[in-house]
């Protein structure tokens, strides 16, 4: 910082004539250059470095590693990096991304919400009981669909509050009151769809929840085409791509959303600080209480868009789809650099880690790899990922927060 | 008199059966720098919280800035001047120093008529590098998270913000602990500052030689009592001592 002719502050009085400089630049408790520009070995920046970029690093050699093995494993016959595969993993990775895009705010803020893969199951059902009723009382079909929006949005939220409204006002541990509310949230799913499964729903429903933006057909007799599926068949069908799914388009722009509101906005300062440090937080009157419940409704949220999605890509509710998608989307928040600790996280990272995963496990089936080693591979990289922040708290001699004063 | 900013007048304060401050009076002029002794639970910091508004006094009146007042809440006492710098700082140590300085009452754009905010990081930056600047702060970077900062500057960090927010009386609860003894020295030169900038500050200590080294008065607390007040010029080490440990009493209180 260079420092220019003392100017006076913005703020009222005046400055002391002839102060003396009270430089704090040698600084006792910060190992000298950790973090500042100049400071540090080459080699210290480059670990640093790569600590900090690992994710970025390990998804590009992991990509590159299957765009070499998959077609010599194969003899050839089948690429890695193709249209048709790259919308597969877009379309795998939309509930995975969803749900831990409302875990990296409850995560940053320091909380956890077990809930969201049953939420997501109830936000399914409700969409679809409430998208069948209204169809079925006259509503065209749009507003139907939009209503189903708004019962499985309005479901989870209702959770969300609930969840945020015990962890904040009644001191329980976000742990515990997830926990408690996921089996609530259970229960109620299955008993609304009355056997796990809401059938009956519109046909034009599927429409909304696989056609896609652009439909590209190669070759001869081929084209492009822009929102609406081409009528064809046979072998112009099997070339056909489809690409960017609506639920895809839906997925992307929930995720400028919360990019937006956790990196431009007070509420995203907010989550940080509160995940940082809870009592400067309430000392600075941050309406802490109000924050939490808010946070955890939006991770409710972003699980009900999940189910509504799922819900319009099955054509049926499901009371049973988001179970098995909760430890993948926080093992995905967790490979993204989000601090289990609070306080620290990007969603941009989540993204990283929801493609780690994606990528990994359709590598790994196209590879014809037992479908079980995913999870052994999974696993590994959640500790991994976990250890190279730790190593760089090391490095950098930050103390681990629960440490830190 | 005339002068007093912060008058407290026979403040009370028990818990249960334990009475932590009993009768104690205390003025705070403009401009000068105030310390408050005494031992580990000499009711110092009950004292001062019952000003800050962590605390609400059993019996006895604070009159600030010309008015009674009675605080419910800390952020009561802030809205009206009074900052409180406690040894925790209250500083999120993941954001940098303007997210800090500004934290709670960040500065935003307004985009599409108002409808939608964004943070002003820039401007937020900026404030703070010119706070920071008028009081003589030099912190290398303020863009990194402040805990890469040393224990020092996070205490210049909290008294900027107390600076940039207007704050019309400082409390400080041993700003000098847990320093090492070049940043202690800085700590203390930006407590002068803040004095010369006509901000009164309050700093609970019981390191003597930092007393001696920027208060103009002293008052010391033993067992809930005021036992002496003194101008720190006319005073020493050794009487200090002993008001702190029991030996001597003024009685000043009521």
Redesign the interface.
């Known amino acids: 910082m260079t420092s220019e002719p003392s100017r006076p502050a913005a703020t009222s009085g005046s400055l002391g004539e002839g102060k003396q400089d009270v430089t704090m630049r040698g600084s006792i408790a910060a190992p000298a250059g950790a973090h500042g520009p100049g400071g540090g070995s080459s080699l210290q920046r480059l670990v640093l470095f790569l600590s900090r970029m690992w994710a970025w690093l390990f998804l590009a050699v992991m990509v590159l590693f299957f765009v070499v093995a998959v077609p010599l494993s194969t003899g050839g016959s089948v690429n890695f990096l193709t249209i048709r595969n790259s919308q597969n993993i877009l379309v795998a990775i939309v509930p995975v991304l969803l749900l831990g895009l409302g875990q990296t705010f409850v995560l940053i803020a320091a909380g956890i919400d077990l809930s969201v893969g049953w939420v997501m199951s109830l936000a399914s059902v409700l969409s679809a009981l409430a998208l069948r009723d209204a169809f079925n009382s006259g509503a065209p079909l749009p507003v139907a669909v939009l209503a189903g929006l708004a019962a499985g949005l309005a479901g989870a939220g209702l959770v969300g509050f609930l969840n945020g409204w015990i962890i904040a006002k009644l001191k329980v541990p976000a742990f515990i009151v997830t926990l408690g509310t996921s089996f609530i949230v259970r229960g109620v799913a299955y008993l609304m769809s009355e056997n796990s499964t809401v059938i009956g729903l519109p046909a034009g429903l599927g429409a909304y929840g696989n056609d896609a933006l652009i439909y590209y057909i190669s070759g001869p007799g081929g084209g492009v085409y822009f929102l609406h599926r081409p009528d064809v068949g046979g072998e112009l069908l099997r070339r056909m791509e489809i690409i960017l799914p609506y639920p895809v388009l839906a997925t992307a722009f929930v995720l400028a959303l919360t990019m937006f509101l956790l990196h431009k906005t007070q509420f995203g300062r907010h989550t940080y600080a509160i995940g940082g440090s809870m009592d400067a937080s309430v000392r600075s009157g941050i309406p802490v209480d109000r924050h939490v419940i808010k946070v955890y409704m939006l991770s409710a949220a972003t699980a009900g868009v999940a189910g509504f999605l799922s819900t319009l890509r099955f054509t049926a509710g499901s009371a049973v789809i988001g179970d098995s998608l909760l430890l993948s989307s926080i093992a995905a928040v967790i490979i993204g650099g989000v601090s289990m600790f609070g306080g620290a996280g990007t969603v941009i990272g989540t993204v990283i880690g929801a493609l780690i995963i994606a990528v990994l496990t359709t590598g790994l089936v196209m590879l014809n790899v037992d479908a079980f080693w995913q999870f052994i591979v999974v696993g590994t990289v959640v500790i991994v990922a976990v250890l190279i922040d730790q190593s760089r708290d090391l490095i950098v001699g930050r103390q681990r927060r629960g440490a830190a004063q | 008199m005339s002068d007093a900013l912060l008058q407290v007048r026979n403040l009370r304060k028990s818990f249960g059966g334990l009475t932590a401050v009993d009768g104690v009076s205390l003025e705070v002029r403009r401009g000068e720098v105030v310390g408050l002794l005494g031992d580990n639970g000499a009711g110092k910091s009950t004292l001062i919280k019952c000003v800050s508004g962590v605390y609400q006094p059993d019996d006895g009146e604070i009159v600030f800035d010309g008015a009674t007042v009675t605080f419910s809440t800390?952020?009561d006492a802030?809205r009206h001047g009074i900052e409180t710098i406690y040894q925790?700082?209250?500083?999120?140590?993941?954001?940098d120093v303007g997210?800090?300085i500004f934290?709670?009452?960040?500065i935003?754009k307004r985009w599409l008529g108002g409808l939608v905010?964004?943070?002003d990081d820039k401007g937020m930056e900026r404030?703070s590098?010119?706070?920071l600047?008028?009081?003589?702060?030099?912190?290398?970077?303020?863009a990194?998270p402040i805990?890469?900062?040393?224990?020092?500057?996070r205490q210049?960090v909290a008294i900027a913000r107390a600076?940039?927010w207007?704050a019309k009386l400082m409390i400080m609860d041993e700003p000098t602990n847990n320093?090492?003894v070049?940043?202690q020295h800085?700590v203390l030169?930006?407590i002068?500052?803040l004095r010369?900038?006509?901000?009164p500050v309050v700093l609970i200590t019981h390191v003597l030689p930092d007393a001696f080294a920027v208060t103009d008065r002293v008052v010391v607390m033993h067992r809930g009592r005021k036992v002496a007040e003194k101008v720190t010029a006319e005073t020493n080490t050794e009487e200090l001592v002993q008001y702190m440990v029991g030996a001597r009493d003024d009685d000043v209180a009521a």
């Open positions: 800390p952020m802030r925790d700082l209250a500083l999120a140590n993941n954001l997210a800090n934290l709670g009452r960040e935003k905010h964004t943070l404030e590098r010119l706070t600047e008028s009081l003589q702060i030099r912190i290398p970077t303020l990194e805990e890469t900062l040393s224990g020092g500057q210049a600076v940039y207007e320093l090492g070049p940043e800085k030169e930006l002068r500052t010369d900038r006509g901000v």
